[in-house]
């Protein structure tokens, strides 16, 4: 078991083009104990999982090697994986032409964001955070990816396929240091997040908000949701307030406000 669970650690790691140290990093743990994983010497704590299958884009079946669904004839891992990233549209992407990628992987890398307050490999959780305090909103896991079609300092922002911005940036240009790209690039996508947002938001959203409300005041969701209002509804209440310019932060009183004309 602990050799499986450190293989696909590994393995899945290393297809999300992330070195041990910025793994380490935005799971919260010292790269030595990533590699200890990976070496089988040991195993995560169980608190631990849920945020190693969300950096990883994995589910826990495929983290623990229980999934049984095969969708190759020859077991080609690498190309199962490839499919299944592809087979559904993700909610919010960034790609890059190929000058960028040493952008990318320097904002990673370094050790703090363009005004030297925290590790960059944590900026998007930054942008997430700030999100979150200002306008209520929870900002989808990220995907970053290069695309080789797209002119070389090109990219472009993109929820459930649909592009929400394009344009250029310069990685490297006088006064500008390599990770001003990549920084420029996240900013960029928090706005078009929040501008976006009611069109991004989903029902796995949804659930994480409400979840994490029901943590803080259980006795505001015990027994409405999804017992009495659905997620889906939530949701289609929470894009409109948002179609109206409306904030979705109080997230307590709308709650009640629905409950009300039950």
Request: some cysteine; overall charge negative; glycine content about 6%.
């Amino acid at each position: 078991m602990k050799e499986s669970i450190g293989e696909n650690i590994c393995e899945y790691r290393q297809n999300r083009k992330m070195t041990q140290e910025e793994f380490a990093c935005c799971l919260g743990v010292t790269p030595q104990a990533v590699s200890r994983w990976e070496r089988g010497g040991g195993l995560p704590d169980l608190s631990l999982l849920k945020g190693i299958c969300q950096i990883l884009h994995i589910s826990s079946d495929t983290l623990l090697g229980i999934s049984d669904t095969n969708m190759t004839e020859n077991h080609n891992a690498r190309m199962e994986r490839e499919i299944r990233s592809n087979l559904f549209c993700e909610p919010l992407v960034v790609e890059f032409g190929s000058a960028l990628i040493p952008s990318v992987e320097a904002g990673l890398k370094t050790d703090s964001d363009p005004k030297g307050n925290a590790p960059a490999c944590d900026y998007v959780n930054r942008k997430r955070k700030e999100l979150a305090s200002k306008h209520g909103i929870l900002m989808p896991i990220l995907r970053l990816r290069d695309n080789i079609d797209l002119e070389d300092n090109a990219y472009r922002i993109l929820s459930y396929d649909q592009i929400l911005y394009e344009g250029h940036t310069k990685p490297d240009s006088g006064e500008r240091n390599l990770t001003d790209a990549y920084f420029e690039m996240i900013d960029r996508t928090a706005l078009e997040c929040l501008e976006h947002y009611a069109g991004i938001l989903n029902k796995q959203l949804v659930k994480v908000m409400i979840d994490n409300l029901k943590d803080a005041c259980p006795g505001v969701v015990d027994g409405l949701v999804p017992e009495k209002i659905s997620y889906l509804r939530l949701m289609d209440h929470l894009r409109d307030r948002l179609e109206q310019g409306k904030s979705i932060r109080d997230l307590i009183h709308i709650l009640e406000d629905m409950e009300r004309e039950l």
